[in-house]
């Protein structure tokens, strides 16, 4: 008997799943495939009782979805957010066992979160809230389980708390259960740029196939973030002139080069961490929309959503990375590979994220730490072979690259689900 199809009426859920079914269908995989692996193994929701600092009781919402550990324990961050909840988790998870799969690490997907508004909770209120959480998740949780990481609004300092709970719960020190952890703390040295850093080595990568020298290269990239600015700092370094960047604070341009050392030094001597007056110190003028501008090369690195059906039209670069998680919407990209442009999909884009997430974990489970250089040296490698990997893969089929990565990640999981069989 064919299983029904799952549908969902959360528009994430939804689209996670229909390119499954898209990209499983012209694979061929079979039905018994698609069906295990369009179900997540596990869907936990927990409730988080938080003393808040008035002395009344807040309970909270939490969710951590496995959707797959065929090839390892699941991989995905923890987000706190007012819309988080299950069928959201469950889509990222989703995508992380996809992301996880075509980086070639061994580790499947999961995703968490707490349904909450952090911007209006102390310090206090939010160690009680990862502490409970944390301990209400703990069954689940494991360095040979899942392995959560910071996400949306949580940071290495929501990792501590989290591991300095369950390392006491178990009466022993879990380093290996959480990455994304301060450089000080069983951190890696290379981690803060490491996804910035492998979406500019897609990018220069490209610029090698296509027969570009990228000193001849112009480039925009949206988002002055951590993808984004380390995006825009190792493509400067290599040599391709930035003629637009952009923050919240609004877009900057200059047809000579954005200086981004000084882009840098603007950033971090602002309490908010913007470019705000960049325009005044960094020889640029500002402008409406950096998507728009004429360079050949566009490295959304902001947020989801921002290239659409009312922008993706006005777009001129014919080279587009995706270093944000889904800039590009469906009907966007659509209007993209009708103008003939080109786009790299985030999850190979931006896996250099969850590829130095597993560095750390690797580097924790034997207790030593390598330097930086061999970090960074490592994170290259790698992305350079995933990026051939799908380009290679996407010429041989005559597909998009985002079909070709899809196809392939699912292949790779599939494969073991089939090695290993239904009893999972
Ligand atoms: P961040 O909060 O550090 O940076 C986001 C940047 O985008 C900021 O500079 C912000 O001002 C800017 N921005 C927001 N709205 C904008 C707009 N409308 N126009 C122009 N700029 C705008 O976040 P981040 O960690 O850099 O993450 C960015 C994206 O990359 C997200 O989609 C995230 O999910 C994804 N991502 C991040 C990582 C990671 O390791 N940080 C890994 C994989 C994917």
């Given at each position: 008997m064919v299983q029904e199809r799952r549908k969902s009426s959360n528009v994430l859920l939804d689209t996670a799943l229909q390119e499954f079914y898209g990209a499983a269908d012209e694979m061929g995989l079979n039905e018994k495939l698609i069906s295990i692996l369009s179900h997540s193994e596990r869907r936990l929701e927990v409730s988080v009782p938080v003393e808040m600092d008035d002395g009344s009781v807040n309970v909270f919402s939490g969710y951590r979805v496995?959707?797959?550990?065929?090839?390892g324990p699941s991989k995905g961050g923890i987000r706190y957010d007012p819309e988080v909840d299950m069928d959201e988790c469950e889509a990222l998870a989703m995508l992380m066992t996809w992301k996880c799969s075509l980086a070639g690490i061994p580790y499947g997907g999961g995703k968490g979160g707490i349904s909450c508004d952090p911007s209006t909770m102390s310090k206090k209120e939010k160690e009680r809230l990862s502490r409970t959480y944390g301990a209400r998740i703990s069954?689940?949780?494991?360095?040979?389980k899942d392995i959560p990481a910071p996400d949306m609004n949580t940071s290495g300092q929501e990792m501590v708390w989290i591991m300095d709970t369950v390392s006491k719960m178990r009466e022993e020190l879990e380093p290996s259960l959480l990455t994304g952890k301060p450089v000080s703390y069983w951190g890696s040295k290379g981690r803060n740029e490491a996804t910035g850093r492998g979406v500019a080595t897609c990018g220069l990568e490209l610029m090698k196939i296509l027969g570009k020298n990228p000193s001849s290269v112009t480039a925009s990239v949206q988002g002055f973030g951590n993808v984004g600015s380390y995006t825009a700092k190792t493509l400067s370094d290599a040599g391709?002139?930035?003629v637009a960047i952009s923050d919240v604070t609004g877009a900057y341009y200059s047809e000579h080069g954005i200086d981004i050392n000084k882009a840098f030094e603007v950033q971090r001597s602002n309490p908010k961490k913007l470019l705000t007056g960049f325009e005044k110190v960094g020889n640029c003028e500002k402008i409406e929309n950096e998507l728009f501008v004429e360079a050949e090369f566009l490295f959304p690195?902001?947020?989801?959503?921002?290239?659409?059906r009312r922008t993706a039209p006005e777009i001129k670069a014919r080279y587009i990375i995706e270093g944000?998680?889904?800039?590009?919407?469906p009907d966007g990209d659509e209007i993209l590979a009708k103008n003939g442009a080109l786009v790299v999909p985030d999850f190979l884009a931006n896996s250099g994220g969850v590829i130095g997430s597993y560095f750390e974990w690797a580097q924790n489970l034997q207790g030593i730490f390598w330097t930086e250089e061999e970090y960074n040296e490592k994170l290259v490698r790698i992305m350079k072979d995933n990026f051939r990997r799908v380009w290679d893969y996407a010429e041989s089929k005559k597909i998009r690259m985002r079909r070709a990565a899809t196809m392939a990640a699912i292949q790779r999981v599939a494969d073991v689900v089939e090695m290993r069989g239904t009893f999972l």
């Open positions: 496995q959707h797959s550990t065929a090839l069954p689940i949780l494991g360095k040979w391709v002139k930035i690195c902001a947020r989801d959503g921002m290239i659409n944000a998680n889904g800039p590009i919407t």
